[in-house]
């Protein structure tokens, strides 16, 4: 296995593993997540993210197919006086091919972010788990990460 930048190239394998992904979502929030008509990517959007300088596009390859995923964004706080500034990286995707889970690569690729992120000067990195998703937030606390705050949130009526 190796873990690399993405290319334009990528696109089709890239949105393969996204839709797995994007299908576990909407099957567990199907009130948020719905099924796109068309590409679950499009072509431009997946070009901004390869192409931007603060945003690092990593796929793990293996016998010329892409079987994970990782998109890390690092960030600067906001400019509030109540908030230190920082920079930080924020993993906005991770995605192992159903078919290679538990070898190693999604760890493999948190981790070629996480020197990523800190050689772009972030001083943390954070992520978003759903509440449904146990063996996401497993994964990610035996990597060391720790839940900091909580997401709330309520139905109204109607």
């Known amino acids: 296995m190796n873990i690399r930048e993405a290319t334009l190239r990528d696109y089709q394998q890239l949105c393969t593993l996204i839709e797995q992904v994007d299908g576990l979502h909407r099957e567990h929030l199907p009130h948020i997540y719905q099924k796109a008509e068309g590409p679950t990517r499009q072509r431009e959007y997946v070009l901004g993210l390869i192409a931007a300088d603060n ?47 538990n070898q190693g690569i999604g760890r493999a690729l948190v981790e070629h972010a996480q020197l990523w992120a800190k050689e772009k000067g972030a ?36």
């Open 55 to 101: 945003v690092g596009v990593f796929v793990a390859e293996q016998d010329g197919r892409l079987i994970g995923l990782v998109v890390v964004i690092v960030r600067v706080s906001s400019d509030i006086p109540i908030l230190v500034p920082r920079t930080f990286a924020l993993i906005e995707n991770i995605c192992v091919d159903r078919d290679h889970r």
């Open 123 to 158: 001083h943390s990195i954070e992520l978003t788990v759903y509440e449904f998703n146990n063996e996401a937030w497993q994964f990610y606390e035996s990597m060391g990460y720790f839940t900091e705050s909580r997401r709330m949130t309520r139905k109204l009526g109607g």
